[in-house]
């Protein structure tokens, strides 16, 4: 059987997960599949033959990075199929302090989402956080793309790569979300940045995502799903019905997330 490890989901504690659901709804005005909690990610995807899954939420503003990191090493280190990312806020006073927090509690990396966050993801205040990350050698996930906004244009991703190279990067929504094609004409050329398709496979028709997978290169894309957003079976046909080879099915649904988060 494919071994399958989403790359994208967002869970939040129980006692607030409806209304960060809904407020992500309201924010892209679609309606939200699931519930937004790790105990029913993990039983709707294993359901549907995910056996592995990364896990993050996003602080939007600095005093939530501690209780948000501790969180989700939490939920990680009580189930071994999850992989925990941690947040950082370009506004914190001791970005050291947060970067050390999240490499102690074993967590694989950070997670931004500029347009929930409120900044560009080449502002100069987040320098430093590329900078110790770069030190700790922890990947960077980041929400690409939004033609209503400019905060995660690929052109700023240009830049930060231009500025920091060598630095992991995941470029959310294959590089651009509904810039595909222009980010991936921008991107590729960085070879430390890989892309996840999470939340594109429903917008692009299967020739254009096969196209835009195959200019990054199969080895270089990480599935992912966006839960709690769309659901999980749907997600899967769309990824199949995109016609790859199996090789490449391999890399993308299971290889290249093993190899970029140490999974064995």
Known sequence: ??????????????????KAVESIGNFYSLPMRYNG???????????????????????????????????????????????????????????????????????KGVKLHPDFQGFAIDDPRCR?????CLERNL???????????????PARLVRVMKDFPGLSVIGAHLGGWGVWKEAAAE?????????????????????EAREI???????????????PMWDYR????????LGLTDAENDAILYANAARAFGIE
């Open 187 to 207: 991107l590729s050329e960085f070879k430390s940045i890989l892309v996840d398709c999470s939340s594109s496979l429903p917008f692009l028709k299967p020739e």
């Open 234 to 241: 749907d997600e899967i046909a769309r990824f199949y019905a």
């Open 37 to 107: 909690t790790a105990a029913e990610m993990i039983r709707e995807s294993r359901a549907a033959g995910v056996t592995g899954s990364v896990i993050f939420s996003v602080a939007t503003k600095p005093s939530q990075v501690g209780s948000i990191n501790r969180f989700i090493a939490e939920e990680a280190a009580a189930e071994p199929s999850l992989v925990g990312l941690g947040t950082a806020h370009p506004d914190s006073e001791d970005q050291k302090a947060d970067l050390d927090e999240i490499a102690a509690l074993g967590l």
């Open 139 to 153: 990947t960077v996930l980041i929400h690409m793309g939004d033609p209503r906004y400019d905060y995660s244009s």
């Open 1 to 18: 059987m494919q071994k399958i490890i989403d790359c994208h989901c967002h869970v939040y504690p129980e006692k607030i997960a409806a």
């Open 128 to 132: 430093r956080i590329y900078e110790l």
């Open 213 to 227: 997978i195959r200019s990054y290169g199969a080895d270089r894309v990480l599935f992912g799903t966006d839960y």
